[in-house]
Structures are given as structure tokens and as C-alpha cells.
């Protein structure tokens, strides 16, 4: 298969935890949830046309977590690709406790999140969860609890790698003395960069840097504006740029764009296949 029908294989591959290489252009499930990521999706069938779309474009790393729905992403994906691709890696998250629409609470007791990883484990049909990232960090328990119990999760076979979401580098350090982090998984696009450090962190630790929201590009894709302007000099879309952008930003970068509908998940996917030149990169790097 060439790039041109698998065009998320043209995104390079990276090896999460030294051992799952993965293509790094992902996708996020979050957005195949209900409004406010809660409840039912609007069209269920669309959202399972999604994934298996996904999955034939080269995706073979998807993004999910409990709290999406809740629950609802992780019985998407089982029921629209299950039994797996032999390369498919799901990860998927725990930490965060749902009262409604909109509503999150970080909850990182040990109990719970061995629940919450036996409940996923169960929802995607798996015996062993690829990667399980800590949702957030629960300011009122120890880290070396919270991922302290991952680590007998892992030592058990339940998990293979774990990760961490929405950490600074002294978080990864301190989680780090109780379990190998493999991946971080922070707010980061051409817009925000606060990550920055953790993203260098990263790269000189070959921990993979998943970023969430790489498609917020604010009034950078404004009619007039430098994505704007150097996606009509390209001849892509802005948001194929931004994550071209992402792309040639560092090579342990994961972008996992979400989407409800094929059609823009195709667009998404087709970014893999955008080459910046560094006068290009370097302009859009600069303008933010």
C-alpha cells in the first residue's frame, strides 16, 4: 500500500516504550462522545465508520480514556475494530471522576484507578492495555501511590507501558522513581507552546510527547493570517499545516487529531503526507 491510500504511514514511526512503533499520526476519540464528551455519540454509526476509517488510512495508534463518555470511546473502538490489527496500540486513560457534561474531578486514589484499568481492560476486549496514561495527577495522593499502583498493574500483565498526562518535567521526574514513564501527553500546538520544556525533556529522554488540542491554532488561521496564508501557498488546509507543523516540530511528537466525521478525519490523516520547507517552518514557528 502506498502513502496515497495509507497516508498516516508518511508521518515517520516512532517506538513508544522502545517496543510499540507506532505511525505518528494518530487519532484522539474524545470527540466521538456526546456534547460536553459525555454520553452517547450523535451518530453512533458515523463514530464507527470513524475508526475503521482511521485504522485503513495507516492510523495505528489511538488515543482514549475512560472518562470519554464515560466509557462510551472505549466500547466505540471495541465495537467498530475489534478483534484488533496485530499493530494497532490503543492507549487509553484513568484519573478523572465525571458528574455531567463539562465536569471533570481528578480522582488518583490506587483503588480506583486499579478499577478504572480492570474496567478498560474489559470495555476494549484486551488482555493487556498497550499504554495507560494518568489522566491527571490527584494533587491529594501521593504520586508514588498513584503511580505506584500502575506499576503493579504493569507487574501483574495488565499493562505495558504507562504514561502521564498534563505534567511538567518535575512530574515526570518524581513519577519516574516509582515506574519508566514511556509518554506524556500535554496541551501543545503551533498557538500554545507552554510545554515546551517538557517537550525537550522528551526528546532527550526518547519519552514519546503526545499532544492534545494540536489543532487550536486560534487567529493564526484567520483569513489573513500566517497559517492562513501559507496554507493557500501550499495548497492545504490550515489545519493540515498545523500539523505538518507538529510533525517536523521533533520526532517523538504524536499528534492525535479527533474528529466525528470521515470526511474531516481524512483531511486530518492527509496532513501526514505535507512537507514544510524550512523557510515555511521557520515563518510559522516565528509567527505564533
Known sequence: MTTTTRPAEASGTFAIGGDLVVNRLGYGSMQLTGEGVWGEPRDPEEAVRVLRRAVELGVNLIDTADSYGPFVAERLIRKALHPYPDDLVIATKAGFTRQGPGEWRPLGRPEYLR????????????????????????????????????????????????????????????????????????????????????????????????????????????????????????????????LAWLLRRSPVMLPIPGTSTVAHLEDNVTAATVTLTDEQFEALSKAA
Do not use: M
Not at 474489559?122 to 493487556?128: K, M, S, T
Not at 505506584?148 to 505495558?160: D, H, M, N, T
Not at 514513564?181 to 532527550?204: F, G, K, M, T
Open 115 to 242: 478499577q478504572q484499568a480492570e474496567l478498560s481492560l474489559r470495555h476494549l476486549g484486551v488482555e493487556r492495555i498497550d499504554l495507560f496514561q494518568l489522566h491527571r495527577i490527584d494533587p491529594a495522593v501521593p504520586v508514588a501511590d498513584q503511580v505506584g499502583e500502575l506499576a503493579l498493574l504493569q507487574q501483574e500483565g495488565k499493562i505495558r507501558h504507562i504514561g502521564l498526562s498534563e505534567v511538567g518535567v518535575e512530574d515526570v521526574e518524581e513519577a519516574g522513581r516509582s515506574a519508566r514513564i514511556v509518554s506524556v501527553q500535554n496541551l501543545y500546538n503551533l498557538a500554545h507552546r507552554d510545554a515546551e520544556p517538557l517537550l525537550e525533556y522528551s526528546e532527550a529522554n526518547d519519552i514519546a510527547f503526545i499532544p492534545w488540542f494540536p489543532l487550536a491554532t486560534g487567529s493564526l488561521a484567520k483569513e489573513g493570517g500566517p497559517l492562513a496564508a501559507a496554507a493557500a501557498e501550499h495548497g492545504a488546509t490550515p489545519s493540515q499545516l498545523a
